[in-house]
């Protein structure tokens, strides 16, 4: 997994531990719109709520597997993937996760559950010569089993956050968590930097909270913003991503210029 696989797949974790700063909005858009440049895309949802499943058009409820089985080891990540309509495939979940976190706590080798299972599904593609290109994981709102699985899996992390007084709050126990992890199971972890989201250009409010961020973590910020827009609120009941349903919004094109630098990366790298 990570840079410089054979397959030479590029996976990403989107994580922060704080619930509605955009991590599943940020995961489903930056797929779309690398799966629009014509990349082989696969996002993965780890998060038991399955806001992400839904978000693409998959009831949760109707699911026989997802990828609590994957981490169990009750089933393969290739008997689990699903396609979707906007372009990306998606290793769903589904509420049963929930209980993944107890079931893998008695596990010797839990961190590496999802690392492993990723790594079978892209050696399987490998031989069929038709890998993924990019691995977007959605981490749940939390700093447990699950979130260590995503960044255990990764090869840069992306965090989101909500340009708004304190949100700041929480960022250095992730940091802490990424230090943790660097050290036990992925040495190779890099910090992406900071995705700034629900930003809202007509204050000098938010640009203020995100410089005091980037200056306090040493982390840097990935430009340019998403802005705040209704829009993204409206997508996920639609089942389908921003980056279909309003496409010319700035927040969605913002995306794009993200997806665009990562290809280019991916590209110089390879
Ligand atoms: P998380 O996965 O971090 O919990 P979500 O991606 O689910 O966050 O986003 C939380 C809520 O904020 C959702 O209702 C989503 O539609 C909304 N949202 C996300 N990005 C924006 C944005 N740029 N502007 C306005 N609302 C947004
Ligand atoms: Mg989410």
Redesign the pocket.
């Given at each position: 997994m990570g840079r410089g696989t054979a397959a030479g797949t590029v996976c990403f974790a989107v994580a922060?531990q704080?619930?509605?700063?955009?991590?599943?909005?940020?995961s489903i858009s930056l797929g779309v719109a690398l799966s629009d440049l014509g990349y082989r895309v696969l996002l993965v949802d780890l998060?038991p709520q399955a806001?992400m499943t839904f978000s693409l058009g998959l009831d949760p409820d109707q699911l026989e597997r997802s990828v609590h089985d994957v981490l169990v080891g009750d089933a393969e990540a290739a008997e689990v993937v699903s396609a979707t309509e906007d372009g990306p495939d998606l290793l769903p979940a589904t509420i049963d996760l929930a209980s993944a976190e107890a079931l893998l706590l008695t596990r010797t080798g839990r961190e590496y559950a999802l690392r492993n299972a990723l790594e079978d599904l892209l050696e399987q593609q490998a031989a069929a010569g038709t890998p993924y290109d990019f691995v977007i994981l959605?981490c749940p709102?939390s700093l447990g089993v699950l979130t260590i699985n995503g960044l255990t899996a990764a090869a840069e992390v992306i965090v989101?956050l909500q340009c708004e007084t304190l949100s700041h709050r929480g960022v250095g126990q992730l940091l802490e968590t990424i230090a943790d992890v660097r050290k036990m199971t992925n040495r190779g972890l890099q910090v992406r930097g900071i995705l700034p989201?629900?930003?809202d250009a007509r204050t000098t409010h938010s640009r203020d909270v995100l410089d005091d961020v980037a200056m306090r973590y040493e982390l840097p910020v990935l430009e340019p913003p998403?802005?705040?827009?209704?829009r993204?609120?409206e997508?996920?009941a639609a089942g389908r991503s921003i980056l279909r349903t309003a496409r010319r919004t700035r927040?969605a094109q913002a995306y794009a210029d993200h997806a665009k630098s990562l290809a280019g990366e991916r590209e110089a790298a390879s």
């Open positions: 922060n704080k619930g509605g700063v955009a991590k599943t909005t940020s998060d806001c959605d709102p989101p989201t629900m930003f998403i802005a705040r827009s209704i993204f609120a997508a996920p927040g």
